[in-house]
């Protein structure tokens, strides 16, 4: 159990949101991609980066500000919200990815991956 003053990694501040909007360690074009498209994208880009990392999603698919969120906590990554866009057609939003993604299924990033077989001998 943790206590007020104790975050766990998948809790941001407003203050922590803020400092992550000007330096994220990946920017994902998403531009133009629906939320199957994007969030594919998504989860091949960010498969190589440490935890902690935070990624930015440039995106015209209007249901992001639902799926990315709903994304992110389906796999555990922490979302950070929208960030100022430098582009006036489109939303930036940011995460942090967590040190243990729940995998999702490779065609169905929205589908929490099968359980693998557990072997008895």
């Known amino acids: 159990m943790t206590t007020p003053d104790q975050a766990t990694p998948e809790q941001t501040t407003p203050d922590e949101t803020t400092a992550h909007a000007a330096d994220p360690d990946l920017t994902i074009d998403g531009t133009g991609l629906l939320c199957v498209q994007l969030l594919l994208r998504l989860r091949a880009r960010i498969a190589h980066l440490p935890a902690g ?62 359980a693998s077989p557990s072997t008895t001998d």
């Open 53 to 114: 990392a935070v990624v930015h999603i440039h995106t015209t698919d209007p249901a992001a500000p639902l799926d990315l969120p709903a994304w992110c906590h389906l796999t555990g990554h922490a979302y950070l919200g929208p960030v100022p866009s430098p582009a006036p057609d489109r939303e930036v939003y940011a995460l942090r990815l967590t040190s243990s993604p729940v995998p999702t299924r490779p065609d169905r990033p929205w589908h929490p991956a099968p």
